[in-house]
């Protein structure tokens, strides 16, 4: 461990986080938490983590005068996005910044391609798959392997955006994300059961921890629930599942968290899907439902800290995205709240201080107990509340208020 790293004036680390998104602000809740400050590199005051940190700096991941000012005096520099560009990285570390993920890690969650060509070469299982050069590449793939195939950005996109289903040949779209300098591969469709993450951290020093294997449920290619643990999997399945998510940080030299993202086969075979190395949604579920949360956890790898425990604190956790509704809602997000808090008492909310827009995550809701069915139904509802302002079933919220305070 570093002894001569940088610290406060209260003598304790200060770490640095590029990007000032939800992640962030969650990071700098646990950050407070551990005596620890964190400094955030904002685009816009109005980010989520920029409105609650003190140490906001202002600044693109592009620009690298910013991001040689934001790192000055960090002990660490560390993501909540993988948008920053190599280069900028790897100026930061030749000046000695110790920067978690190393860029050497990182590329593999920035490039789908270097990250499909690794994985195959560890011998893990991945989609079959091919770099896109010219419209017929498409084609040529697919009398291959078949139709449907997966169109993807090799790099940038999530929750959906960068990913096109295609059923049958689309030469014109293609040429169009060419021509817009878009790099592309093209993948074989996974006849999948259900999406599945695999969490673990990492530290400098080799120390690595992993959480159960959740389940993620997916609407138009965005998580909307994560269940932890993922019902009816396979004990020696899980185990597998989590060992090599470890050995995918370990060959990789990842530190801080690693989101291993999979895809189970209708056959019952894990499919790798995509990195992240950050904080990733798949582990929010954590800060109420495991013994240290993702966010503690990162920043407990990044320092070289000693990891905490990943034991669940309840049988059935359940964590679902609070999306922005089609229509404005007729209740303030305040008036929405309180009805909650008194229709259930026990579901935790997370708001991350956005504007509410359509599919737009805005928040979280995560419920604990024993039985997965009936705490996944009360998730459910409470992120739908928050959403909607409306109760399924004719539900009337006055009623439901009395009803939890015993009237």
């Given at each position: 461990m570093d002894a001569s790293r940088s610290h406060s004036a209260g003598g304790l680390p200060v770490v640095g986080m590029v990007g000032a998104g939800q992640l962030a602000r969650m990071t700098h809740q646990a950050a407070i938490a551990l005596g620890q400050s964190l400094r955030v590199l904002a685009v816009d005051p109005a980010d989520p983590a920029a409105l609650v940190c003190a140490d906001v700096h202002a600044g693109a991941a592009s620009d690298l005068a910013a991001l040689r000012s934001f790192a000055r005096g960090c002990s660490a520099v560390t993501f909540d996005h993988e948008q920053v560009p190599q280069e900028q990285l790897r100026a930061l570390v030749a000046a000695g910044v110790p920067v978690h993920p190393h860029p050497d890690?990182?590329?593999h969650a920035q490039d789908k391609l270097v990250m499909r060509h690794r994985l195959a070469g560890l011998g893990l299982v991945v989609p079959a798959f091919a770099e896109v050069r010219e419209p017929g590449d498409?084609?040529?793939?697919?009398?291959?392997?078949g139709w449907p195939v997966v169109l993807k950005a090799a790099r940038g996109g999530y929750d959906g955006r960068g990913v096109w289903m295609l059923r049958e040949a689309q030469p014109e779209l293609v040429a169009e994300l060419l021509a817009a300098g878009t790099p592309l591969l093209?993948?074989?469709?996974?006849?999948?059961r259900r999406e599945l993450a695999a969490l673990v951290a990492r530290s400098p020093y080799g120390q690595a921890a992993a959480w159960p294997v959740v389940e993620t449920v997916q609407e138009d290619g965005q998580c909307v629930q994560v269940l932890a643990p993922a019902p009816g999997l396979d004990e020696d399945v899980a185990a597998r599942a989590q060992e090599m998510a470890l050995r995918v940080a370990a060959e990789l030299?990842?530190?801080?968290?690693?989101a291993v993202e999979l895809f189970e086969r209708t056959d019952g075979v894990m499919v790798v899907n995509e990195l992240a190395m950050r904080p990733h949604n798949s582990g929010h579920w954590t800060i109420e439902g495991s013994r240290t949360s993702q966010f503690e956890q990162h920043l407990r790898a990044v320092l070289d800290y000693p990891l905490g425990?990943?034991?669940p604190t309840a049988p059935a956790v359940v964590m679902a995205n609070v999306l922005g509704a089609a229509q404005e809602p007729a209740m303030s997000v305040d008036e929405r709240v309180h009805h909650l808090f008194a229709r259930f008492p026990d579901v935790k909310v997370?708001?991350?201080?956005?504007a509410e827009r359509p599919a737009r995550k805005v928040g979280h809701v995560t419920a604990l107990g024993a039985d997965m069915a009936a705490v996944r139904e009360r998730a459910a509802l409470a992120a739908a509340w928050l959403s909607t302002?409306?109760?399924?079933?004719?539900?009337s919220v006055h009623e439901?208020?009395?009803e939890a305070h015993g009237v």
């Open positions: 890690a990182l590329l498409v084609g040529a793939f697919a009398a291959e392997h093209v993948e074989q469709a996974v006849p999948m030299g990842v530190t801080g968290l690693l425990a990943t034991a997370h708001l991350y201080g956005k302002a409306q109760w399924p079933d004719g539900w439901n208020a009395q």
